[in-house]
């Protein structure tokens, strides 16, 4: 994956910490970050995504660009 396009970067563009989301998404720091490296796309997954979304994330250029 481009490092321009990962999901950290779009968590940087938001200007929030792991830890602000994490409690705005009752999720865990370890399944949060496990999602945003590429580790976990589960539920977790979508909840951020949905999350990212609702704050104009761009899906179609993610996964546009998206490599395993």
Not at 38 to 67: P, Q, S, T
Request: proline share 1%.
């Amino acid at each position: 994956m481009n490092p321009d396009n990962s999901l950290k970067k779009y968590r940087e563009r938001l200007g929030k910490s792991q830890k602000e989301i994490c409690k705005e998404l009752n999720m865990s720091q370890a399944t949060f970050s496990k999602v945003e490296n590429g580790l976990a796309h589960g539920d977790a997954f979508i909840k951020y995504i949905k999350y990212l979304v609702e704050h104009d994330f761009d899906m179609n250029y993610y996964f546009r660009n998206w490599k395993e």
